[in-house]
């Protein structure tokens, strides 16, 4: 599976991105899909996961109640809205695909990541 991110961008403190990420093939739907982000210096962090069907998502404690991360398995996308977007959000925000967990060795396939820039 090849997994595309996009929609980065620079937003202002208090605003809102919205990232997808583009599966390549159908049998993205049998893998839970998450998001990472990585800040020079340091190491890839868990943002959010979805299971395979979209029913039970986990978040960084960080992103609770701002983030939201949902899938399309009819298009084969996977999306991260984020509000309330915060300057220590500041990152490279990756797309993964795998089995459900909360760190990077779960995931199999990446994104090419997409910078995520919030001013204050």
């Known amino acids: 599976v090849q997994l595309q991110a996009s929609g980065g961008g620079l937003a202002q403190a208090g605003g809102s991105l919205r990232l997808s990420c583009a599966a390549s093939?159908?049998?993205?739907?049998?893998?839970?899909m998450a998001w990472f982000r990585q800040s020079p210096g340091k190491d890839r962090e868990f943002v959010a996961a979805?299971?395979?069907?979209?029913?039970?998502?986990y978040y960084h404690d960080s992103v609770k109640g701002r983030f939201t991360i949902s899938r399309s398995n009819a298009n084969k996308m996977v999306y991260l809205q984020m509000n309330s977007l915060k300057p220590e959000d500041t990152a490279v925000y990756y797309c993964?695909?795998?089995?459900?967990?909360?760190?990077?060795?779960?995931?199999?396939?990446w994104g090419q990541g997409t910078q995520v820039t919030v001013s204050s």
């Open positions: 093939t159908q049998s993205f739907r049998t893998y839970a």
């Open positions: 993964a695909g795998g089995v459900p967990g909360t760190g990077p060795i779960s995931y199999d396939y």
């Open positions: 979805l299971n395979w069907r979209g029913e039970r998502a």
